[in-house]
């Protein structure tokens, strides 16, 4: 549980890191340090005792929080595989200013609002920055030490999200079912056996499937099911792909076996729910609202422009349109940042938590939504209880209808026509100039993705292709070519040493903010100091917010960034 605590004034919360070192064998806890303890374990099996709790079984990625003043004791299974891991040492701090005296800053020790196990299984992110860590210690730079601690914050926050899941999902049923059931969150498209998720819950296949019905009312195979099938719902209104390839990508052997269990649970096959969700998409307009509401927008009502409009990751259409939302869009701290002249004092709404009760508040006229996962689960009837929503179902692959049907909805279609020739003009003045500087030089964009590492973008359906590729025709390097003959997604992940076979004039190089270390270690190789462009300096350096939109605003200053880098490195 969350510490309760009675404060003045805003506080702020963080968490320090104070110390790192390797778990080898039998181990108990260091007393050198006296704070939180992570612990994680790499390999080997054994036992875990704390405090007054019986013994826990630890193996390969399990992974425990203990809060200060706690005593353990690790102990192995077997003497020929002895256990291996971290033992993570930190502190936490809450900030307090005091209104009652002004200037006043209070510092008070925080705890962290979880303890015991997150999880059992390989947990790759966790494993992954906690090697990180390890490497980076005793570095006496301040920046690195700064960069050493941001890191440590983005594993706290990643181990955090799983405590949170284990306490919201299923917070009064045995700690080992839940384990099992995170794992098939996590792993649903993988397949899966009734005796790998005993395994994952250290009970026998029999016991485990009686204890699971005990605990929950259905059989563990059932609750994969119905994981899939969530999954599988959101893909089926939102992507183009033909159900035999979400049946794979979510699990299912058949697409038969796949369209068998979605009637079962849904009570419609897959063909029909899309359909219902295709004749929704109005549904995602002001008739299906209007059943919803007893009353609906008063701007709706009087049949005149809607002025309090919702855009959430389409406040850059909003904004060259001459109108300012009500909120702005952000995701666990990421936002559009280049808008932040245009919506100074606009409210943030982080869309992986939306709160509803804030937009309820705010008495929006209308609420557009640029993707349909934004109103997954249910979101859609909340949304629309507020005010008339609409879902845009590929924002992105056209941004000139997107920005139209905008325009249409909040009666701008002549402002939204000028905005649409003037971009037009600045791209052909760019394209010209740029096949000035650079002839036919091949350019590609690397990112490196928060998720999935480094990748490849260019598709048409991606946010930088269109621009690159047909406003500024500019040429793409073979590599990419050839993907785009035959393309496997929007986003390429492509190896470290298959960088060499891009072959790219220039490089245009995204970092976003959780891949920052990755990036410099890449940086340092071979793999990429040998590459032409970067030999050439020949690599140009943007940010997420621009070049991972797909505003007119957001073009624009992509086209701008473009020039100013390439026009830098001609002087």
């Known amino acids: ?59 390969s990625g399990s992974c425990f929080l203990l809060s200060p003043e706690t005593a353990y004791y690790l102990s192995m299974e077997e003497e020929e595989a002895p256990l291996q891991g971290y033992e993570l040492v930190f502190d936490g701090i809450r900030i307090i200013e005091a209104y009652h005296a002004k200037g006043q800053i209070r510092r008070v020790p925080a705890r962290f609002p979880y303890e015991g196990e997150i999880c059992w299984y390989e947990q790759p992110q966790i494993g992954q920055m906690i090697d990180q860590l390890y490497a980076r ?141 295709q004749e929704r998409s109005i549904a995602s307009s002001l008739l299906y609202t209007t059943h919803l509401r007893a009353s609906i927008s008063p701007a709706a009502a009087e049949n005149r422009p809607p002025e309090r409009i919702v855009g959430l990751f389409l406040e850059d259409y909003l904004t060259v349109l001459g109108i300012q939302p009500i909120v702005q869009y952000s995701r666990s701290g990421y936002y559009q940042r280049y808008l932040s002249s245009a919506l100074d004092g606009v409210q943030k709404l982080d869309v992986s938590r939306i709160d509803f009760g804030l937009l309820r508040s705010l008495r929006p006229d209308l609420i557009l939504l640029a993707f349909p996962d934004f109103a997954a689960d249910a979101r859609y009837e909340q949304f629309a209880e507020i005010a008339p929503t609409y879902i845009f179902q590929q924002a992105g692959l ?22 649409v020739q003037r971009y037009d003009e600045q791209a052909l003045r760019a394209r010209q100039e740029l096949a000035d500087m650079i002839g036919d030089e091949s350019v590609a964009l690397l990112r490196f993705h928060f998720r999935e590492g480094l990748c490849l973008y260019g598709g048409p359906e991606s946010y930088t292709g269109s621009v690159l590729y047909e406003d500024l025709g500019l040429n793409m390097p073979p590599l990419l070519q050839e993907w785009s ?26 970092v976003d903010d959780a891949q920052t270390e990755q990036a410099q270690l890449l ?12 030999r050439k300096n020949q690599v140009y350096m943007g940010t997420t917010d621009i070049w991972m939109t797909f505003g007119v605003l957001g073009h624009e200053r992509k086209i701008q960034q473009l020039l100013d880098s390439i026009r830098s490195r001609r002087k």
């Open 137 to 277: 210690r005793g570095q006496s730079d301040e920046r690195q030490e700064f960069q050493r601690q941001r890191l440590f914050m983005d594993l706290l926050d990643h181990v955090w999200e799983q405590a949170d899941w284990l306490e919201t999902s299923a917070p009064d049923i045995n700690p080992a079912i839940q384990r099992s059931i995170l794992y098939m969150e996590q792993q649903y498209d993988q397949e899966l056996t009734r005796e790998q998720l005993a395994q994952i819950a250290d009970m026998s296949p029999g016991y485990y499937s009686s204890l699971f019905r005990k605990e929950t009312g259905t059989s563990p195979m059932d609750r994969l099911a119905e994981i899939r099938i969530k999954h599988a719902k959101q893909m089926l209104v939102s992507s183009d792909k033909p159900i035999r390839e979400i049946a794979q990508s979510v699990g299912f052997s058949t697409p038969y076996y796949f369209s068998s269990r979605f009637k079962q649970v849904v009570g419609l096959p897959p063909t029909a729910y899309v359909q219902r969700n």
């Open 1 to 59: 549980m969350m510490n309760s605590y009675t404060s003045h004034g805003p506080s702020s919360l963080t968490f320090v890191l104070l110390h790192i070192r390797q778990l080898y064998g039998q181990e108990g806890n260091t007393p050198r340090f006296d704070g939180h303890r992570l612990i994680y374990i790499t390999s080997g099996q054994g036992w875990l005792q704390w405090k007054d709790k019986p013994s826990c079984p630890v193996r």
């Open 485 to 510: 003959r035959h393309p496997a997604g929007v986003v390429i992940p492509i190896r470290p040493e298959s960088l060499s076979q891009l072959e790219a004039d220039h490089l245009l190089v995204i």
């Open 398 to 419: 056209d941004w000139r209808s997107t920005l139209m049907s905008i325009a249409d909805l909040v009666h701008q279609e002549e402002r939204a026509q000028q905005v």
């Open 523 to 534: 940086f340092q190789s071979p793999y990429w100091t040998e590459l032409g462009a970067v």
